[in-house]
């Protein structure tokens, strides 16, 4: 039988506040896994600074492994908005040729799906939005596959997440994933919230999983720093939250997507409750 196909799942490192120590050990991970690939979905930065910017630049740069990189609510210029409207992916630098880019591996494709906008019709501007032409490019960049590989989907915020009074945080977020699973995708795959989870919602167009990785910055939320280490066999993915305080993966995942998956903010105020898994919206058109 074909060997397992090894994938890593990073998400949220935001140098500047990253957890040195659990990046360490990621790094040997990934020399002694040696991945097909590094998928991070997003907040590479804490507030898009240079410096921020260039110490992801020097870690990523130095993986010997195809990266993607999605871009998160906190890549985005922060204290220059003439800059965030007019060029908000300049601080990228070399790094911009890993954004938002399509992996074709043996057997599975990964499609990114922009969810970070530089600016919306509501306060904050750090939730999720799906614009249609995000969901266009990416539904065309998977009827473009022609390889009969099975497609992951690699996005920055949960597309299903309902805030605290239950109003939908990702704007567009279930018509994405009912979209998806039209398309026979696997697996959508994101960041955000901070806390890995693995879940399956039901959308108007059948089951489509969730799986979220965990934090590997000090911003954390409920569980310690860690990484999805994911194993595709033909029969499936297996999903194991690595972290670096030995806690088994099931205690580390969420059962369900928070209610608010707003990390705390510095002064510590409380976690929000964990709500059940929200039903799946009808489309929109
Ligand atoms: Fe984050
Ligand atoms: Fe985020």
Known sequence: MAEPLTLLHLSDIHFGLEDRAALAGVKSAILRLRPAAVLITGDLTMRARHREFAAARQWIGALDVPVTVEVGNHDMPYFNPWERFTDPYRRFLELQAVLEKPLELPGISVIPLLTAVRAQWRWPWSE??????????????????????????????????????????????????????????????????????????????????????????????????????????????????????????????????????????????????????????????
């Not at 697996?187 to 999983?209: I, K, M, Q």
């Open 128 to 285: 999720g939005l799906v614009s249609k032409r995000a969901l266009a490019a990416t539904l065309a960049a998977i009827d473009r596959v022609s390889s009969g590989n099975r497609v992951l989907v690699t996005a920055h915020h949960p597309l299903i997440e309902h805030g605290p009074r239950g109003q939908r945080l990702t704007i567009g977020g279930a018509a994405a994933m009912a979209a998806l699973a039209g398309r026979g995708v696997e697996a959508v795959l994101t960041g955000h919230v901070h806390d890995p989870f693995d879940l399956v919602a039901d959308t108007a167009n059948g089951p489509l999983r969730m799986i979220g990785a965990g934090t590997l910055s000090k911003r954390i939320r409920s569980t310690p720093a860690s990484y999805n280490e994911l194993s595709i066999t033909p029969d499936g993915i297996t999903v194991a939250v690595r972290n670096f305080q030995n806690v088994p993966t099931f205690d580390m995942q969420l059962q369900a997507v928070p209610r608010d998956a707003l990390p705390p903010r510095e002064s510590g105020e409380p976690i929000a409750p964990i709500g059940a898994v929200p039903e799946v919206d009808p489309p929109v058109h």
